[in-house]
């Protein structure tokens, strides 16, 4: 490896990985901030324009669009060597590229048009792609992760493989197919510079693969835990196993139905029991320990194998007291304490998943993906921004306000139970839930008999339904079980037949104008 050509945007790892190139005797070519970083940490450095005999122009946007870097680039050895000599072309041998920072330039709420069309990047993508297809001599990095192998290799080989240049290739790739879709993606979305669309004629997906998993939902599925790019901290996807087994494909999308849920509870401490994407215990308590006990009140043969997920730091007390009480395939929550840990671990089937701080983007629109046979659906995300003032009482009885907070708290858990979904609720705590179900009486009744089941009193307690209740039967059997206020969306054509029926049984009901499905 005789000459590197380094042109990079994110400046991380660069002068050390000059000063390594420079160690071993590779001459180094590079362009404006590139040149300007490896001068200032001592590295020597050789300008593009002295290589190509022409300056960058036009404040940089032709700087490398030249036939000395991309004939450098692409040159064949044995088949191009004369015209190299004729027209005194050097080889390149390694290329180091990032690409403009469009990602971060449109994420930015103020950003104008113009000043994102100046972050896309030409030259970059065009020697990335070069030096790629090349990879039968060229070696290209894009990603500044990778510069301490690369060093490790060329200072312990003196050189790379061919099966490393073709690893490196392929992210390259990767890298170039991402960026140009998500510029396609954005500029499609918009008209006149401003947003028209919320989705493009063409949808272009880029995740990366985090983690290969034994088996899918069944072991002779194959499956995989792929990551979007971004902010991914505070999620399922984004969490860090710091005990026990690799997360299976199950525990990851129960995983994200008990941290998703548990979220929306900030001012007080909650627990989230899940089973089978389902929900079979939410509450609020005092503390993490008192949540979690009457979190598992409500279910607790169904939350043997759960996820257990927390809205505060799992410390050694809390998971010391959950060890003790059942089994857990997972432990969720932001952060755990090292005597957390030192509990869990000896428990080598429990996994402790910490989430990171959740991060709340003003403004952000998280996308849902639902695969069927020959396409894909995609959906804005569901969210819970109701409030108490968007409530409709339509009934004669009133909920008081003890009410109308257990009636929100049932309605955000309905929002992550699978649908025909109903949520019995009082004093802050689940005490039946009715899952999945074709239909909703069904739930209802199931409901029922599970927190008969727990030994949990439904006197007195609020129900909460996904969707509205399309005849009066769901309020009798409701009624029968002693509920007293019910929250649902409305918007049935037999809407006052069930408002007629829950002022028969003298209980409150509200409306909200939202439904929340969730199949």
Known sequence: MRRALLSVSDKTGLADLGRALAALGIEIISTGGSARSLREAGVPVRDISELTGYPEIMDGRVKTLHPKVHGGLLSRR??????????????IDLLVVNLYPFARTVAHAG????DAIEQIDIGGPAMLRAGAKNHDRVTVVCEPADYAELIEILRRDGGTSFEQRRGYAAKVFA?????????????????????????????HLALQRAQEMRYGENPHQAAALYREGG?????????????????????FV???????????FDKTPACVIVKHANPCGVALGKDSIDAYERAF????????????????PIDGALAQHILARQFVEVLAAPSFAQDALAAIRQKPNVRALATGEWLQVPGAVQRKFHSIAGGMLVQDGDSDTLMLSDLKVVTK???????LRDLLFAWHVAMFVKSNAIVFAKDGSTIGIGAGQMSRVVSVKI????????????????????????????VDLAASAGVRALIQPGGSMRDQEVIDAADAHDMAMVFTGTRHFRH
């Open 78 to 91: 044995g088949t191009d060597d004369a015209v190299m000599r004729e027209l005194a072309i050097a080889p």
């Open 111 to 114: 950003v104008n048009y113009p």
């Open 175 to 203: 890298h170039t197919a991402r960026y140009d879709g998500m510029i396609a993606d954005w500029i499609a979305a918009r008209g006149e510079g401003e947003p028209t669309q919320a989705y493009p004629p063409t949808l």
């Open 231 to 251: 902010a991914i901290a505070g999620t399922a996807a984004g969490a860090t196993v710091l005990s026990g087994k690799e997360m299976s494909y199950n525990n």
């Open 254 to 264: 129960d995983a994200d139905t008990a941290i998703e849920c548990v979220k929306a």
């Open 297 to 312: 009140a409500c279910d607790a043969t169904s939350a043997f194998g759960g996820i257990v997920a927390f809205n505060r």
């Open 397 to 403: 009885r009133v909920p008081d306000a003890a009410q």
């Open 447 to 474: 409901a029922t008999m599970k927190a008969a089941e727990a030994k949990l009193a439904t006197a007195g307690s609020v129900l909460a339904s996904d969707a509205f209740f399309p005849f009066r039967d769901n």
